[in-house]
């Protein structure tokens, strides 16, 4: 396992958790590839500041029980973790949002270059997080 990618993935959600998007969106290559959980793949940092604008804008959402792993040459790692949210503004497409609390286990794979995030793909079970603000 290699440190220095496991240290960035651990900033990388640090910087969410606190809501520091500026140090957050800093941990990302110019040309990020962020692949959206069932959705469409968006390339570049500007692109990503969109999205979590508008992730920001929807929900409240801390991330716990995180277990990191990075590949020996730290090219790519991955996280597992439960998301523990509020789904407080209704997003586009989905259910109406009354302030419903979700606990959603979910992952991340990552591609690193030049000690930055180059590609984030996330992943959840969208039914059951539909499910649970459903209810």
Not at 28 to 48: M, P, S, W, Y
Not at 59 to 70: C, N, P, S, T, W
Request: with cysteine.
């Amino acid at each position: 396992m290699n440190q220095t990618s496991i240290t960035l993935v651990e900033q990388y959600y640090a910087a969410f958790n606190g809501g520091d998007m500026a140090t957050f969106l800093n941990l990302l290559t110019d040309d990020v590839i962020h692949d959206i959980n069932q959705g469409k793949r968006e390339i570049g940092k500007e692109a990503f500041t969109q999205f979590m604008a508008c992730m920001n804008h929807n929900y409240k959402e801390q991330l716990v029980d995180m277990v990191i792993m990075a590949t020996a040459d730290g090219k790519r790692a991955a996280a597992e973790f439960v998301v523990l949210g509020e789904y407080i503004k209704t997003d586009t497409g989905l259910p109406e949002a009354q302030g419903q609390t979700y606990h959603l286990p979910a992952g991340a794979f990552f591609e690193i270059r030049d000690n930055k995030v180059a590609r984030i793909t996330n992943y959840y079970n969208l039914q059951d997080w539909i499910a649970q603000v459903s209810g």
